[in-house]
C-alpha cells in the first residue's frame, strides 16, 4: 500500500507552464504504474496520462498530447506531469493515481489517490 500526496498546482496564464509533482510513500512505488487525471466542476473525473512501471511507456489523453510530460522516478518515488501551453480548459483539480503493476486509462482501475491539486488557468 502506498499514499500519495500532489503539489504544483496554483494559478497561470493561458499559454503557461506548471509543473505537478506527486510524492509516495509507502513500498515498493517501483512496482506501480502511475497516472494522472484531473476533475472539473461538474463534470466527470477524467484521464490525463499514464506511465508504466517498466520501460516508462506512457500515454496521454488527445486533448494534452504534446503539452504534457509525464514522469516517474522509483528512487525518489516521485512522479511528475509537466504542464505546458496551458489553455482554459486545463483548469481543473488533479489528481495522481497509481495502479499495481499495469498502467490503465481509466479512475476505476487505480486503487491509490491523492488529494488533488489545484490548477487554475486565466485568460
Known amino acids: 500500500q502506498i499514499q500519495l500526496v500532489e503539489s504544483g498546482g496554483g494559478l497561470v496564464q493561458a499559454g503557461g507552464s506548471l509543473r505537478l509533482s506527486c510524492a509516495a510513500s509507502?513500498?515498493?512505488?517501483?512496482?506501480?504504474?502511475m497516472g494522472w487525471f484531473r476533475q472539473a466542476p461538474g463534470k466527470d473525473r477524467e484521464f490525463v496520462a499514464s506511465?508504466?512501471?517498466?520501460?516508462?511507456?506512457?500515454y496521454y489523453a488527445d486533448s494534452v498530447k504534446g503539452r504534457f510530460t509525464i514522469s516517474k522516478d522509483d528512487a525518489k518515488k516521485m512522479a511528475y506531469l509537466q504542464m505546458t501551453n496551458l489553455e482554459l480548459e486545463d483548469t481543473a483539480v488533479y489528481y495522481c493515481?497509481?495502479?499495481?503493476?499495469?498502467?490503465?486509462?481509466?479512475?476505476?482501475?487505480?486503487?491509490?489517490w491523492g488529494q488533488g491539486t489545484q490548477v487554475t488557468v486565466s485568460s
Open positions: 493515481a497509481a495502479r499495481y503493476m499495469y498502467v490503465a486509462t481509466t479512475p476505476g482501475a487505480y486503487s491509490y
Open positions: 506511465i508504466e512501471r517498466i520501460g516508462g511507456a506512457t
Open positions: 509507502g513500498r515498493d512505488f517501483s512496482l506501480y504504474a
